[in-house]
């Protein structure tokens, strides 16, 4: 369990065991509740109406229109073909303008990402396709370099857009998480590697790790489990546990 | 409104009031006045429910209201605390209270933060969502969600730090 998961729990739990409202309390404020909807005095305050749920792995689609963004802009601004050579890990998702319409059932008011509401969800890539044998990168050389094609700073004179690092961490595990949905596991390990190494300190440590947990997981590596294990062990209220468990078919408690 | 829609309403209330009252202590409304804030979640339902159509979960949408209202009585009790005296530092916050119980403790940890910062590290670490309801919920874009949460973990993590050995102990008890 990380340190502020270790610190944090105590009081989650106890939280959890603590009596909450007294029974006449939750009684009473029924009633002034029902009397007031008789009444029709019903406030003013404005609040959105009830949205859509989502898959939670839609968050990666959206972070690969993310870095479809990015990476136009960064494009647009060198004004080069210097992205080319990286296009098979950075570039892009083909975007279809057709899809960013939302559905006409749809709430007009809540959602303040139209476009991304009427996207399908991603299928999860992990498991059904991916060969028995145990997992071996391939081809890590070339991976490798084209990871570093793809993550290196642009440093050339008429650079006019700096990104900062957090977009910069940013794309580079979008860049991960693309590869994963595409099936392409060898490659989204050595996005992981290469964040760690590039960004020790980064701000999505737990994301990184994640990545890497799940990608070892899709290519069924021997290492999956107990990565996966540890993972939960380390950070088990992370937003990314859910995901962890499901690709991993794991939890803490298993062995 | 209906008996019928009435009688709905009474069933939501009777299973999730405890969730609201929760999270709206969470999200820093008084003690004192949480059960007038709850009552004002339950109104804003009455008022919303029509346009409920299962594609959500209850609770999300609860979650959003609860935040708005308690936004709403975060405003009146600045507005009330700027009559009265000037506001204390609103970085500094309450120092973690070894005589409180661990739960009260747990809030005045989350009043360190800002209501922007406390509404997502609520939603990730204590409602165990994932970054996308996150943003969903609070109307975010999810590099958004990440930056608040990673905000607000530090400081949540400071202040764990600082706060006396035996306050932790009392927690693990």
């Not at chain 2, 919920?137 to 600082?162: C, F, H, M, Q, W």
Request: hydrophobic fraction near 45%; aromatic fraction near 4%.
């Amino acid at each position: 369990m990380n340190r502020l998961g270790e610190l944090l729990q105590p009081l989650i739990d106890a939280e959890q065991r603590s009596p909450g409202p007294a029974p006449q309390a939750v009684t009473d404020c029924w009633d002034r509740i029902a009397a007031d909807v008789r009444r029709g005095s019903l406030p003013a305050i404005d609040v959105p109406p009830p949205a859509p749920s989502r898959s939670p792995l839609l968050w990666a689609t959206v972070i690969v229109l993310g870095v479809a963004l990015l990476g136009a802009v960064a494009y647009v601004s060198r004004g080069s073909n210097e992205l080319a050579p990286s296009a098979t890990i950075s570039a892009p998702a083909p975007f279809d303008p057709s899809r960013t319409a939302p559905p006409s059932s749809a709430p007009a008011v809540v959602d303040p990402q139209p476009a991304l509401q009427a996207l399908p969800v991603a299928p999860q890539p992990v498991l059904q396709a991916l060969p028995e044998e145990p997992f071996e990168p391939a081809d890590s050389a070339s991976s490798v370099k084209r990871v570093t094609r793809a993550i290196r700073p642009n440093r050339t004179a008429d650079a006019t857009v700096e990104e900062d690092t957090f977009a910069a961490e940013l794309r580079l595990l979008a860049d991960g998480q693309a590869a994963l949905n595409r099936g392409d596991h060898a490659l989204a390990l050595e996005i992981a590697d290469q964040y760690q190494k590039t960004y020790p300190d980064g701000h999505f440590r737990e994301e990184r790790d994640a990545l890497r947990v799940i990608a070892l997981c899709a290519a069924r590596s021997p290492k999956a489990a107990a990565a996966a294990r540890r993972f939960l062990r380390a950070a088990p209220n992370s937003i990314h546990a859910t995901r962890v468990r499901d690709a991993c078919a794991v939890s803490t408690d298993t062995p | 409104m209906s008996p019928a829609v009435l009688a709905q309403l009474e069933a939501l209330y009777r299973e999730h009031h405890a969730y609201v009252w929760r999270n709206l202590q969470r999200l820093g409304v008084s003690e004192s006045q949480v059960a007038d804030a709850v009552h004002d979640v339950f109104l804003v339902v009455a008022r919303r429910l029509h346009e409920f159509e299962h594609r959500a979960t209850m609770r999300t949408w609860l979650f959003a209201i609860s935040f708005r209202v308690a936004q709403s009585f975060h405003r009146d009790r600045q507005r009330q605390a700027q009559r009265e005296q000037p506001l204390d530092d609103p970085d500094a916050g309450p120092a973690p209270d070894a005589s409180a119980d661990t739960s009260i403790m747990l809030h005045q940890l989350l009043q360190r933060l800002d209501d922007d910062k406390r509404a997502v590290f609520i939603l990730a670490h204590l409602e165990g969502m994932t970054a996308s309801e996150i943003a969903t919920v609070l109307g975010l874009k999810i590099p958004t969600v990440y930056s608040r949460l990673r905000l607000a973990r530090e400081v949540i993590e400071r202040a764990l730090n600082d706060a006396p050995a035996n306050t932790q102990r009392r927690a693990q008890r």
